[in-house]
């Protein structure tokens, strides 16, 4: 065999430590050449070889599901949940530490790293992130570790989690990551909700909805996110707005929310769920006050690089004029250490609900 290669998210862009012959413009390794990783599973099987292969979470506590010493990578992580409480989803966290940081590379109830944004379960698909029947959950984003990796769930909730079950597939190289390879982040944010200011034009997006800020060098690779209506009308007039290295004005600007996420035309009321982008829920076909809608994009076609600092955006209606809530996980890699992640909203606050707004 030739020497080891490495490839990144794609076409070699984020480096993520694969094994030999893997092939240039994927993740996956090519199944004609002989692997030589070593294969893991972190899983909540029965110790005692029965078929209790779960575990019970306790209200305020916290369960590790994967801990384990690099270099390797995070190939693909499973859970489904079963819990009586309402919206359970926002209230269970999923956090991920890399190489024993002290603050988390990934922080954001579990419902929103998947793309449920709204609290509740919905079957969607793409390349990285899915949720199939009958709620199960699961994400394929490559994560490295050179030497840690550390993922928790912890139960925010007033309620037990009565089943939680889970598999986390990884590997562990022989041999060190490449060089400047990058971190896997994922930051929650919402706005509940958005504040709608009196403007018509909107240049510097100084009050948009942020998806993600980060510090230092890496690349944006897309968002998840939620939208629940506080007025009629369509909400999605909003463009999406990309500030690199501290540019005052963004280097990247849309035409209007439903276009950043590949639809056109309000999403022709019409769900849809593609491997790099789509629209899962659609509003019912209204778009009036409680009206809900989910979406979401990667750029596995071309990441955004930044190499000092980066903020994520998008308007909040026509130059922010509406004040809907919003939900979302942005998704990104990039260089150790990262600056902290926003704490998460106090769990009643992060409940979706009507929010009583003048504009």
Same mark, same amino acid.
């Given at each position: 065999?030739?020497?080891?290669?490495?490839?990144?998210?794609?076409?070699?862009?984020?480096?993520?430590? #694969?094994?030999?012959?893997?092939?240039?413009?994927?993740?996956?390794?090519?199944? /004609?050449?002989? @692997?030589?990783?070593?294969?893991?599973?972190?899983?909540?099987?029965?110790?005692?070889?029965?078929?209790?292969?779960? &575990?019970?979470?306790?209200?305020?506590?916290?369960?590790? =599901? #994967?801990?384990?010493?690099?270099?390797?990578? =995070?190939?693909? !992580?499973?859970? /489904?949940?079963?819990?009586?409480?309402?919206?359970?989803?926002?209230?269970?966290? &999923?956090?991920?530490? +890399?190489?024993?940081?002290?603050?988390?590379?990934?922080?954001?109830?579990?419902?929103?790293?998947?793309?449920?944004?709204?609290?509740?379960?919905?079957?969607?698909?793409?390349?990285?992130?899915? =949720?199939? %029947?009958?709620?199960?959950?699961?994400?394929?984003?490559?994560?490295?570790?050179?030497?840690?990796?550390?993922?928790?769930?912890?139960?925010?909730?007033?309620?037990?989690?009565?089943?939680?079950?889970?598999? !986390?597939?990884?590997?562990?190289?022989?041999?060190?990551?490449?060089?400047?390879?990058?971190? $896997?982040?994922?930051?929650?944010?919402?706005? @509940?909700?958005?504040?709608?200011? %009196?403007?018509?034009? %909107?240049?510097?997006? /100084?009050?948009?909805?942020?998806?993600?800020?980060?510090?230092?060098?890496? @690349?944006?690779?897309?968002?998840?996110?939620?939208? #629940?209506?506080?007025?009629?009308? +369509?909400?999605?007039?909003?463009?999406?707005?990309?500030?690199?290295?501290?540019?005052?004005?963004?280097?990247?600007?849309?035409?209007?929310?439903?276009?950043?996420?590949?639809?056109?035309?309000?999403?022709?009321?019409?769900?849809?769920?593609?491997?790099?982008?789509?629209?899962?829920?659609?509003?019912?076909?209204?778009? &009036?006050?409680?009206?809900?809608?989910?979406?979401?994009? $990667?750029?596995?076609?071309?990441?955004?690089?930044?190499?000092?600092?980066?903020?994520?955006?998008?308007?909040?209606?026509?130059?922010?004029?509406?004040?809907?809530?919003?939900?979302? =996980?942005?998704? +990104?890699?990039?260089? &150790?250490?990262?600056?902290?992640?926003?704490?998460?909203?106090?769990?009643?606050?992060?409940?979706?609900?009507?929010?009583?707004?003048?504009?």
């Amino acid at each position: 065999m030739r020497g080891k290669k490495y490839l990144g998210l794609l076409a070699g862009v984020v480096l993520c430590a #694969l094994t030999a012959g893997a092939q240039v413009g994927a993740w996956e390794p090519n199944l /004609t050449l002989q @692997q030589t990783y070593t294969p893991h599973r972190s899983s909540s099987w029965d110790r005692t070889g029965g078929n209790h292969d779960y &575990l019970t979470v306790a209200p305020g506590a916290t369960v590790t =599901v #994967l801990n384990a010493d690099g270099p390797g990578e =995070v190939s693909h !992580i499973w859970f /489904t949940l079963a819990d009586n409480e309402p919206y359970f989803l926002k209230r269970v966290v &999923l956090r991920m530490y +890399w190489d024993g940081e002290k603050d988390p590379s990934v922080d954001t109830p579990i419902g929103d790293f998947f793309g449920l944004g709204l609290g509740y379960y919905y079957t969607w698909h793409s390349a990285v992130l899915s =949720v199939g %029947n009958e709620r199960a959950m699961n994400c394929f984003f490559p994560m490295p570790f050179a030497r840690h990796a550390l993922i928790t769930v912890t139960n925010e909730g007033k309620q037990p989690i009565n089943a939680l079950y889970y598999n !986390i597939d990884y590997r562990t190289y022989s041999h060190p990551l490449p060089k400047g390879t990058l971190y $896997f982040h994922a930051e929650y944010r919402q706005a @509940q909700p958005n504040h709608g200011v %009196n403007a018509t034009k %909107n240049l510097y997006g /100084t009050n948009n909805y942020v998806w993600m800020t980060a510090k230092g060098h890496g @690349q944006y690779v897309g968002v998840t996110m939620s939208v #629940l209506e506080n007025q009629n009308g +369509w909400w999605g007039e909003g463009d999406d707005m990309f500030f690199i290295d501290g540019a005052k004005r963004p280097q990247i600007e849309g035409t209007g929310s439903e276009d950043y996420f590949l639809g056109a035309w309000d999403f022709g009321d019409k769900p849809f769920s593609y491997s790099t982008y789509g629209a899962p829920v659609t509003g019912n076909g209204h778009e &009036l006050e409680g009206s809900r809608w989910s979406m979401y994009r $990667f750029h596995l076609d071309q990441p955004i690089p930044f190499m000092k600092s980066f903020k994520a955006t998008i308007e909040h209606g026509t130059a922010d004029d509406r004040s809907d809530n919003f939900y979302s =996980v942005a998704y +990104w890699y990039q260089s &150790l250490p990262h600056a902290p992640l926003p704490k998460l909203p106090p769990v009643q606050d992060r409940i979706p609900r009507i929010v009583p707004v003048s504009k």
